[in-house]
Every structure is written in structure tokens, then in C-alpha cells.
């Protein structure tokens, strides 16, 4: 198993005292870590060639680790205490597991975003809860994240400055071993009015052809608004029907292994159909939603905040995902899992979708 450098156990360490107070900032205090971040390729990623010649995170160990999480980023004005516990399991996690970098799924921050690339939260509810980790986060926008019109270019101009956080753009790709990720932005395809033009046609043009082109075992897609989902948003129909006009095509096309979102504040485990495992990973901080229905989720809590690991084995063979919380006694705790993604598995329970 690898071991955590003891630079990072001591910024665990540093992190968890931290996390006893609850002091807001100012924007000088917003400005980024200088420690370097592992598996980071953000500026490789901003550039253009990135979106021709995906760049490929830097391994230290053959099998790879990756935390994921959604809907952290609460205002201030509320309980910001689960997004607290959150990180803090996290790091718990990270001191036994280490993760290799992670993947951020969008409504970064409430109620409408982040402004200013120096906003004094960026210091209180990113850099101080997550930058301990010492790993890059590869980040997309959520539906809150567009409510400020400024807020998209600043959280891209965020990647500037930060050792740990990277929003490039509104879609890209990377590769980590075995497995080639694709985050895409979902919100001007739940939300046309954000559309601008064809973006939305021009991001699916790209993530076929992105699709197409890979030769990765294991094909990860990611946005912020689920295609299946039993929670809040699915309503009492299991799905968000313009995301799944949107992108289930062209995920089964390319037999896509799976498709990860936020949105719903809770965490699920949803059937695969025709060979996509679907998942929702939204329950990392902002208050948690009931479920609307039980069909065709395999599992799921919407009374437990936490986040998702994804993992390969040292050969690249099998990809693991868990579930993991926080608990009062013990560092985390694992909810669900690791269970294995089965190549090709398809449910029953969406026949004729």
C-alpha cells in the first residue's frame, strides 16, 4: 500500500486542527498554496493542444485512487459544519488511501457562484478544507455556478492561481493509466436558456469524437446534472429527460463505463444500462434532499453526507467504486462498496427507456 509523505500527513494534521475554526478571511488569505500539487496536469490542460492530445496525470503508484464530490460549497449564512466534517473524512481517508488527484462535479459554491478569482471564500471553502490533500482537483461548473454571470471565468481564472484547484474550461479530457476521464458541462443542456449559440451542440460533437479517439480501458464521463437519478430532481420519473436525450446516445455509443454527477444532494448507485454505471456523488456539503423514488438504484442514502472513490487495481484490470462518510467516532466511513464496474452489465429495470 502506498504511504502518505510525511509532508502530507503533517498537512492533514495542520487541516484538522484548522477545521476547528470557523473564522471567515479576507481576500489576501484567498490567495493559493505554493506547495505543488501531485498528479497535476491543469497547465497542460489550459492549453489549446490539451483539447486535441488529452495529457496524462502523473503516476507515482499503478494503481490509481480518485476522490470525487459535488454540491459542497455552502453560503456561509448556513450550516457549513457537514462541508467541514466532509473534507475532514476526506483527509482521513486520504491518510490511509491516497488519492491521486480528484475530480470536483459543480455547484461549487452558493448560492450563485464565485465572482472574483480572490473572492475571501475561496480561502475559507476550497483552500482550507482541500488544498491539505496536497492533490490537483479537475473541476466542472453546476447550474449555481452559472447564476453569476461573472462567476464561470472566474473559477476558470481560479486554475491560475491555485496549486489544487483547475477548471481549465467547460469540457476537456486527461488520462490517468487506464482510465481516460471526460468532464463535461451540462447545465446550458438542463438549462437551454444558457446556451450560447451552439456551444451545446459543439460539446457533444467533441465528446464523440473524444470518445471515439480513446483507446483506455476504462472511460469515465462526468457533469454536474445526472442522467438517472431516484432524488429530488428525477421528480417520480428516475431522470432528467434533457440530459438523457442529450447524452445517453452517445455514451452507449462508445460504451462509456461510467457516468458520474451531483445535482441530487444525496449519493446513489443507479442500474447500468447497456454497459454504463451510473452514479450521483452530490451530497458533499449543502443540505441534503429525500429521495423520490427507489427505481432502479441499486443503492443510495440521502441522510448521509460524503464523497465517492474511484479505483483500478495495479494492473488496470478492475475499476472499484465506493461510497464514503463521515462518522463521529472514526476518521470516515465507508457507506457502499468497493464494488467492481462490470464491462457491458445492463438492468432489466429500463427495458424500452
Not at 455514451?251 to 447497456?274: C, F, N, S
Not at 441499486?298 to 463521515?326: C, H, I, N, P
Request: aromatic residues 10%; glycine residues 8%; neutral net charge.
Amino acid at each position: 500500500m502506498r504511504r502518505l509523505p510525511l509532508l502530507a500527513i503533517l498537512l492533514v494534521a495542520l487541516f484538522l486542527a484548522a477545521c476547528d475554526s470557523q473564522t471567515e478571511v479576507s481576500s489576501i488569505a484567498a490567495e493559493p498554496v505554493s506547495a505543488p500539487a501531485m498528479g497535476d496536469i491543469c497547465p497542460a490542460l489550459i492549453s489549446e493542444e490539451a483539447l486535441s492530445k488529452p495529457p496524462a496525470v502523473p503516476l507515482t503508484d499503478p494503481m490509481i485512487r480518485i476522490l470525487a464530490f459535488g454540491d459542497f460549497g455552502e453560503q456561509p449564512n448556513r450550516n457549513t459544519e457537514p462541508q467541514r466534517r466532509v473534507a475532514a473524512a476526506m483527509a482521513g481517508y486520504h491518510a490511509e488511501h491516497p488519492f491521486d488527484f480528484g475530480l470536483v462535479l459543480g455547484d461549487n459554491f452558493y448560492p450563485a457562484g464565485l465572482d472574483r478569482p480572490d473572492h475571501p471564500r475561496w480561502a475559507s471553502q476550497w483552500e482550507r478544507l482541500y488544498s491539505p490533500l496536497g492533490i490537483r482537483h479537475y473541476a466542472i461548473l453546476g447550474n449555481h455556478d452559472y447564476k453569476s454571470s461573472a462567476s464561470p471565468a472566474a473559477q476558470m481564472e481560479r486554475s491560475r492561481r491555485s496549486a489544487t484547484w483547475c477548471l481549465p474550461r467547460r469540457q476537456y479530457t486527461f488520462t490517468a493509466g487506464p482510465v481516460q476521464l471526460f468532464a463535461i458541462d451540462t447545465t446550458p443542456v438542463e438549462e437551454p436558456r444558457r446556451d450560447s449559440g451552439d456551444a451545446m451542440a459543439d460539446q457533444l460533437r467533441w465528446l464523440d469524437e473524444a470518445l471515439g479517439a480513446s483507446r483506455s480501458t476504462w472511460k469515465v464521463v462526468y457533469g454536474h446534472h445526472p442522467v438517472y437519478t431516484t432524488g429530488d430532481h428525477g421528480d417520480r420519473i428516475g431522470y432528467l429527460p434533457r440530459v438523457r436525450d442529450y447524452l445517453l446516445p452517445v455514451l452507449r455509443k462508445h460504451k462509456v463505463d461510467v457516468y458520474l454527477a451531483g445535482h441530487d444532494h444525496d449519493l446513489q448507485a443507479l442500474e447500468p444500462q447497456d454497459g454504463v454505471h451510473f452514479f450521483v456523488s452530490g451530497a458533499a456539503g449543502r443540505h441534503l434532499r429525500g429521495f423520490e423514488s427507489s427505481r432502479c438504484r441499486r443503492w443510495g442514502t440521502a441522510q448521509t453526507y460524503g464523497f465517492t472513490v474511484l479505483e483500478t487495481d495495479a494492473a488496470g484490470l478492475s475499476l472499484r467504486v465506493s461510497f464514503v462518510g463521515y462518522d463521529e467516532d472514526k476518521p470516515y466511513r465507508v457507506l457502499w462498496g468497493p464494488v467492481a464496474v462490470e464491462k457491458g452489465a445492463s438492468s432489466g429495470c429500463r427495458t424500452g427507456r
